[in-house]
């Protein structure tokens, strides 16, 4: 129920702000600000609308992009390997023609993930309700967005009637307070909260990650953090909005008139939790004994700072993990062997990223034996670093500099981690399989990845700062 | 329109017991290319269920066993269903032959995609998931009977009553459409969206 005159955390308000109609022992109807699509958990859902004969509802609220099995290189030249993903993209194509919905295609220059792009085109904004089919649409909370994933069927819902059904969640204030230690970065400080919270201790949760160590973050460190929200199994992740989201955002929101320019900032400034809200759940960390992070395990929860032990548990399912990812338990992450670095996904894959990456790399080489991508987010992220001489710094260390899509985070486009293979990867998931059949992912940091790549195994970060 | 309806339901069970099962094991993502609901069924546990070569079958997982064929309920674990977005997960599921699914827990956006589909999620806790594990590999035989109207699973006639959000149980009693629901709402939508413009 919809409660007034009482202190209300942001997510709270936010939620009060879009419901449509609430009603005892029904779910409410909540109204969806932005809608971002994309080729892979759409076809059905426009398949849905198309035998309903209903028409997409808000096509001005709703966005297109391809990312997900997009071949990250010669991409221009048809037929692509895969006939079923070229399909697929002709098809949301051809939807978004069909009903009118703006498409950020190839030939775009904003085509890219779909979470590195709806910011960029100054679209995710403070106070919306944003949802995607696709599980880390989390990542707009950076802006102070209630933004989360959803299936096909609530895509074709969402395309159908620009609203959800929803039942509200608890809420969990995540306080980081404190400095960060050099060469320790965002990435660092999810992957410890997931850690801590384990993969399921977010579950029925909205987080709200908030204190010093969160404030002194960028736009891009705060999107990897609220990006991995739903590996803790949180239904969303938000950051209260403060002078960084208004820097970030006035370059790239159209606004009417200076006087239209200040009363928006003045109202994106005003979502954040009232002082006194009560949240069903707190957890505070200390940014300095946050250690660079990597996964040994094949879940987001199985992971180690740099200097300490994979943990010796008689665990089935740390047997079962450690089996997978030929580690043994007792061992240090660090020195081990990686054969493969990915450094891209809609958790990392920003010019902060790239910008981070690159000095480490710069004047190196790629250690023997290891094959090193590089997957800029978007083409606005690609050709900002080609204009800044990056592509150089990572083509001349032996990187591949490859055309934006979620390429080796999922493995659908082809780009795939052989079997056996370990692969320093700066995704978001290390689950059996995900970046292909076999492949052993090791998730840490952009500089940890970098770091990964000149030295063919596992290093610390906070060496080359 | 309406949506797919759980009937009750008397079945053995399939035990897959592990913790965090990811919707990337439910339906590994190079097949998420496909654009249809249908032919996910033989693609379920697909690396867990086959070797590498994608054909034969790894005897010791439980799909393969021939004494838990046919079932229509598969015995999860905690925190089943992990992961990402991806419906395909539940259509998998269902395109396997299964009708439920009882765990300790579910993740959150695979709990709304089951229930989408007809696919019931019973939750139970740990006990007496964990004796239902250890009662199926003695006798696989045992059936569990699970009736959503009362809200239980009955298992060695002792009946485990399960909670359930209403209005999931009343869209998977009556088969109800949601997007149809939404829309009889659709004046209530147009004076929010001229009130926000």
Same mark, same amino acid.
């Given at each position: 129920m919809t409660t007034k005159n009482k202190a209300k955390t942001l997510y709270e308000k936010i939620w009060d702000a879009h419901v449509v109609r609430e009603a005892k022992g029904e779910p409410t109807i909540l109204y969806i600000d932005l809608h971002l699509i994309h080729e892979v958990t759409t076809p059905q859902a426009f398949t849905g609308l198309g035998a309903r004969k209903l028409p997409v509802r808000r096509t001005d609220l709703t966005i297109a992009t391809m990312d997900h099995s997009v071949p990250s290189a010669n991409r221009k030249k048809l037929p692509w390997p895969d006939a079923l993903a070229q399909k697929q993209v002709e098809m949301l194509a051809d939807n978004c023609k069909k009903y009118g919905i703006t498409l950020y295609d190839l030939d775009?220059?904003?085509?890219?993930?779909?979470?590195?792009?709806?910011?960029?085109?100054?679209? $995710?904004?403070p106070g919306k309700t944003i949802v995607c089919g696709d599980s880390h649409t989390s990542t707009h909370g950076a802006f102070g967005a209630l933004a989360f994933g959803i299936g096909t069927s609530e895509v074709e819902h969402v395309l159908a009637t620009q609203c959800l059904l929803q039942n509200k969640t608890k809420t969990m204030a995540i306080t980081v307070n404190g400095v960060l230690n050099p060469g320790v970065y965002s990435k660092d400080i999810i992957l410890r909260i997931i850690h801590e919270l384990g993969i399921g201790g977010g579950t029925g949760y909205t987080f709200e990650y908030r204190g010093s160590a969160i404030r002194a973050l960028s736009m891009e460190a705060r999107m990897s953090i609220c990006n991995m929200s739903i590996e803790a199994g949180a239904r969303a992740g938000i950051i209260a909005p403060d002078q960084t989201t208004v820097d970030y955002l006035e370059k790239r929101v159209k606004f009417a008139s200076e006087a239209a320019k200040k009363q928006t900032v003045a109202k994106w400034l005003s979502w954040k939790s009232d002082e006194d809200a009560k949240f069903d759940k707190e957890i505070i960390i200390d940014a300095a004994t946050i250690e660079p992070m990597v996964t040994w395990g094949t879940n987001p929860g199985m992971s180690v700072g740099i200097t300490e032990k994979i943990p010796q548990s008689d665990s089935e399912d740390i047997r079962k993990a450690l089996e997978y990812m030929g580690l043994q338990g007792g061992q240090k992450m660090a020195g081990q062997k990686i054969d493969y670095v990915f450094l891209g996904s809609c958790t990392n894959s920003r010019i902060e990223d790239l910008r981070i990456e690159a000095a480490i790399i710069k004047g190196k080489k790629v250690a023997q034996g290891v094959t090193a991508y590089v997957v800029p987010g978007s083409y606005e992220v690609k050709h900002k670093a080609e204009a800044e001489g990056l592509d150089k710094i990572f083509l001349s260390a032996g990187c591949e500099w490859r055309e934006p899509g979620c390429s080796m985070c999922i493995g659908m486009n082809g780009d795939l981690v052989p079997s056996g293979k370990y692969c320093a990867s700066t995704s978001n998931r290390n689950f059996i399989g995900r970046q292909g059949r076999g492949a052993r992912t090791l998730l840490m940091s952009p500089a940890m990845a970098a770091v990964a790549a000149i030295l063919g195994t596992v290093g610390d970060s906070r060496d080359y700062v | 329109m309406k949506t797919s309806q759980f009937k009750d339901l008397t079945s053995t069970l399939a035990p897959l017991l592990r913790d965090n099962v990811d919707t990337d094991q439910i339906i590994p993502a190079r097949f998420l290319t496909a654009t249809d609901k249908k032919g996910?069924?033989?693609?379920?546990?697909m690396d867990?269920?086959?070797?590498?070569?994608?054909? $034969?079958?790894?005897?010791?997982f439980v799909l393969n066993q021939k004494q838990y064929k046919g079932a229509k309920i598969l015995l999860a674990h905690e925190n089943f269903g992990c992961g990402s977005s991806r419906e395909h997960a539940p259509w998998a599921l269902i395109g396997a032959g299964f009708n439920a699914v009882i765990a300790i827990s579910f993740a959150d956006i695979?709990?709304?995609?089951?229930?989408?589909?007809?696919l019931l999620l019973v939750e139970l806790p740990q006990s007496v998931v964990d004796e239902m594990h250890a009662d199926v590999l003695k006798n696989p035989k045992e059936k569990a009977s699970i009736n959503l109207a009362k809200q239980t699973c009955t298992w060695k006639k002792k009946a485990h009553t399960f909670t359930i959000n209403p209005f999931v149980k009343k869209c998977l009693m009556e088969g109800l459409d949601d997007i149809g629901y939404t829309l009889s709402f659709a004046q209530e939508i147009k004076r929010f969206e001229q009130a926000t413009i």
């Open positions: 775009s220059t904003h085509q890219g993930i779909v979470h590195v792009i709806g910011p960029e085109l100054g679209l $995710t904004q | 996910f069924g033989k693609r379920l546990f867990l269920r086959y070797e590498e070569d994608g054909a $034969t079958p790894k005897p010791d695979f709990k709304n995609n089951s229930a989408k589909n007809g």
